[in-house]
C-alpha cells in the first residue's frame, strides 16, 4: 500500500557531499516520523538522522554538524544532506516512515530498499 524508494545514493571522494531523497507513494493518509538509518557489511544497522512530522530533529553522533536531515510533508519527502563524507560513511541508506494508510487510523512502519553510498577514492 505504501512504496518508499531512495535515490540519491552513488561514489563519492572523501570530504564530498550526497543528498539523499526518500519519497513515498501510494494510500497515504499521514506520514508521522521519518528517519535515515544505514548499514555497512558486518555491521548492525544504525540510526542517522530522524525527523518528526513537526519538524524536530535528531542525529547520530556521526553525522552531527555535517549533516541535515529535511522533510516536505507536501510532497511526502525526506531527504539528507551529508557533507565532509568519509570513508566509514560507506553503507547501504535507508528510508524509513510511520504512516498512516487511506482513511485508517492505524500506524505501521514501512522501509525503502536502500541506496548504496560509496564513500572512497
Known amino acids: 500500500q505504501v512504496q518508499l524508494v531512495e535515490s540519491g545514493g552513488g561514489l563519492v571522494q572523501p570530504g564530498g557531499s550526497l543528498r539523499l531523497s526518500c519519497a513515498a507513494s501510494?494510500?497515504?493518509?499521514?506520514?508521522?516520523?521519518m528517519a535515515w538509518y544505514r548499514q555497512a557489511p558486518g555491521k548492525q544497522r544504525e540510526l542517522v538522522a530522524r525527523?518528526?512530522?513537526?519538524?524536530?530533529?535528531n542525529y547520530a553522533d556521526s553525522m552531527k554538524g555535517r549533516s541535515t536531515i529535511s522533510r516536505d510533508n507536501t510532497k511526502n519527502a525526506m531527504y539528507l544532506q551529508m557533507n565532509s563524507l568519509k570513508p566509514e560513511d560507506t553503507a547501504v541508506y535507508y528510508c524509513?516512515?510511520?504512516?498512516?494508510?487511506?482513511?485508517?487510523?492505524?500506524?505501521?512502519?514501512?522501509w525503502g530498499q536502500g541506496t548504496q553510498v560509496t564513500v572512497s577514492s
Open positions: 501510494g494510500r497515504i493518509s499521514s506520514i508521522y516520523d
Open positions: 525527523i518528526t512530522r513537526g519538524f524536530s530533529t
Open positions: 524509513y516512515s510511520d504512516v498512516s494508510v487511506g482513511l485508517g487510523s492505524t500506524v505501521r512502519t514501512y
